[in-house]
């Protein structure tokens, strides 16, 4: 069992930068990849970025966001971070930090094993 919980969300004004950072529970934190998704309402959950368990960034990045979003993990803290710079009205939408056990990092949202509850991410133009 993993719990996650997602914070660092906030206003920003556009061309500004967030860090999001999702705290893990449990000893096997390193045994999962980790994904970052976000969600507008009346859409479905987009993946963002996505790292292995052993720190490879995946490529499937959505390609909104390349370039801009850097997906970081660290294992000692049980932390997987999502810095967000460049910040775009587009990018405002809840965002949802996942675990997945295995090597691999699923786009789809629909495989993943475990949710934090989401932090809001708003940009203003």
């Known amino acids: 069992q993993v719990q996650l919980v997602e914070s660092g969300g906030g206003l920003v004004q556009a061309g500004g930068s967030l860090r999001l950072s999702c705290a893990a529970s449990?000893?096997?934190?390193?045994?999962?990849?980790m994904g970052w998704f976000r969600q507008v309402p009346g859409k479905e959950r987009e993946f963002v970025a996505g790292?292995?368990?052993?720190?490879?960034?995946?490529?499937d990045s959505a390609a909104s966001v390349k370039g801009r979003f850097t997906i970081s993990r660290d294992n000692a803290k049980n932390t997987v971070y999502l810095q967000m710079n460049s910040l775009k009205p587009e990018d405002t939408a809840v965002y949802y930090c996942?675990?997945?056990?295995?090597?691999?990092?699923?786009?789809?949202?629909?495989?993943?094993?475990?949710w934090g509850q989401g932090t809001q991410v708003t940009v203003s133009s």
């Open positions: 449990g000893r096997t934190f390193r045994t999962y990849a």
């Open positions: 790292i292995s368990v052993s720190g490879g960034i995946s490529t």
């Open positions: 996942a675990a997945k056990g295995g090597p691999q990092v699923p786009t789809s949202f629909t495989v993943y094993d475990y």
